[in-house]
């Protein structure tokens, strides 16, 4: 089996750029995609990016996602933050038997 | 616009099983290519995946929630449903229903407002 890490918490200013990092634990990060959700509170997760770095039709462009096979990762960074964007964030994947969420990392634009 | 909507009980005696429906509105519940999946999310907002199913019956667990699930269709009624039996405490969660095109690979979209269930006596 396998973890996905995600930081607790990360913070930052309108305007400005934050990358949030989700790490695998064992399996190739490249071999399985990479979703990612974002959650507001007392509302169901909403995808934000699939297939590692596609993003939905009405999400806006400032979300990207990417993965980093160097250090088994995968990203994803919001840049010209908005009061909006305050949210928990949830990275996913999967391998041939199971799908596992990370932890869930709070977003606070300050 | 695809809708769905969780319903069953609120509150769950431990021991006892745990049973939800998924109802799908907007469109079919047999359209080809998309899987229906459960979702659960505790108190510490960890979600977990419990497991899918296609309109044709196929199934798909969580392998370590395997031994107690149950996930069936009803196309007739447009609806899936979760069972879960010999709950605990630890069973306690908000449960969503949602959409996806893999039962393993795909993202969810869209998902169910969700239900909490408590499990206490």
């Known amino acids: 089996n396998f973890v996905l890490t995600q930081p607790h918490s990360v913070s930052a200013s309108p305007g400005q750029t934050v990358t949030i990092s989700c790490a695998r634990s064992s399996g190739n990060i490249a071999r399985y995609y990479v979703q990612w959700y974002q959650q507001r509170p007392g509302s169901a997760p909403t995808t934000v990016i699939y297939?590692?770095?596609?993003?939905p039709s009405g999400v806006p462009d400032r979300f990207s996602g990417s993965i980093d096979s160097s250090s088994n990762s995968a990203s994803l960074t919001i840049s010209g933050l908005k009061t909006e964007d305050e949210a928990d964030y949830f990275c996913q994947s999967y391998d041939n038997t199971n799908q596992l969420f990370g932890g869930g990392t709070k977003l606070t634009v300050l | 616009q695809l809708q769905l909507q969780e319903s069953g009980p609120g509150l769950v005696k431990p021991s006892e099983t745990l049973s939800l429906t998924c109802t799908v509105s907007?469109?079919?519940?047999?359209?080809?290519?998309?899987?229906w999946g459960w979702i659960r999310q505790s108190s510490g907002k960890r979600l977990e995946w419990i497991g899918s199913i296609y309109y044709s019956g196929s199934t798909y667990y969580n392998p370590s929630l395997q031994s107690r699930v149950t996930i069936s269709v009803d196309t007739s009624k447009s609806h899936f449903s979760l069972k879960l039996n010999s709950v605990t405490a630890a069973d306690t969660a908000v449960y969503y229903c949602?959409?996806?095109?893999?039962?393993?690979?795909?993202?969810?979209?869209?998902w169910g407002q969700g239900t909490l269930v408590t499990v206490a006596s």
């Open positions: 949602a959409r996806h095109s893999s039962p393993l690979a795909a993202a969810y979209d869209p």
């Open positions: 297939e590692n770095n596609q993003r």
């Open positions: 907007g469109d079919s519940i047999s359209t080809r290519n998309y899987y």
